[in-house]
């Protein structure tokens, strides 16, 4: 019964330790700053994923994405959306930051498959404060001017 309690227990620590594994080098140093937006599984939890949305409409985020190939995160200044479908239901997607302000009403829209492992949103003020308080993560973090995510 103790063998199996302890393997258990080591088991578990393991895993947990195994999720808690950075993201990318200096990733702890942003944590607080990562917003959570359910876009996993965006279909089978709308309404939680239209929920969370909502309450970060109007809020600049940092939309990260880890380059498999260099290690660095890719990072593009976004806002999420909510809008009415022609069915009368909701639907969320991400606009690039420059393109919200943009007088001709024509935007590029993403709908991003949102990978836990890989991918991260950040309030953007908070990213901007710890990235000026920690400039070594210059070295690891890519802002991508124009060019949404892939």
Request: aromatic share 10%; net charge positive; proline share 5%.
């Amino acid at each position: 019964m103790r063998t199996a309690l302890l393997v258990f227990l080591l088991t578990t620590s393991m895993v947990a330790h195994a999720q808690r594994k950075p993201l990318f080098p200096g990733a702890e140093k942003l944590e607080s700053c990562t917003v959570d937006l359910p876009r996993t599984y965006a279909k089978k939890d709308k309404e939680r994923c239209v929920q969370a949305a909502r309450f970060l409409e109007d809020q600049e985020l940092i939309y990260a994405i880890r380059d498999k190939a260099t290690g660095r995160m890719n990072c593009t200044r976004v806002f999420v959306v909510v809008d009415k479908a022609a069915d009368g239901g909701e639907y969320v997607y991400v606009e690039e930051a420059a393109q919200r302000m943009r007088p001709d009403g024509l935007k590029q829209a993403w709908f991003p498959k949102f990978k836990p492992a890989s991918e991260r949103f950040y309030n953007a003020t908070c990213f901007d404060a710890q990235v000026a308080a920690h400039p070594e993560l210059k070295e690891v973090l890519v802002e991508m001017a124009t060019e949404g995510p892939k």
